[in-house]
């Protein structure tokens, strides 16, 4: 069975910083695109960034070299670098499995981890 599990969500002040990493089982990590996705209350879901399977890496617009994702294959997890946080960050951040950051679905989708930027 497929799983994804986020954890390093939290509280943290505007201008800090958080690491997020996704887990993954049941499936060929390295097969496979990892994306982080992140949804506000009473907002749209929204890319974050992608890491593909051939080492490339896609963004949201809204990064603007902020964050930073990065895969460890030998351990089966991404990570999500988080630097200069804003209250607008605040929002629930999933991984999902995809065959290529591009696809226009998810395989699977994580249980997300809360990040909130707050004073």
């Known amino acids: 069975q497929v799983q994804l599990v986020e954890s390093g969500g939290g509280l943290v002040q505007p201008g800090g910083s958080l690491k997020l990493s996704c887990a993954a089982s049941?499936?060929?990590?390295?097969?496979?695109?990892i994306a982080w996705f992140r949804q506000a209350p009473g907002k749209e879901r929204e890319l974050v960034s992608c890491?593909?399977?051939?080492?490339?890496?896609r963004d949201g617009d809204f990064v603007k070299g902020r964050f930073t994702i990065s895969r460890d294959n030998s351990k089966l997890t991404v990570y999500l670098q988080m630097n200069s946080l804003k209250p607008e960050d605040t929002a629930i951040y999933y991984c999902?499995?995809?065959?290529?950051?591009?696809?226009?679905?998810?395989?699977?989708w994580g249980q997300g981890t809360q990040v909130t930027v707050s004073a």
């Open positions: 999902a499995r995809r065959y290529y950051c591009a696809s226009p679905t998810s395989l699977d």
């Open positions: 049941g499936f060929t990590f390295a097969d496979y695109s």
């Open positions: 890491s593909s399977s051939d080492g490339s890496t």
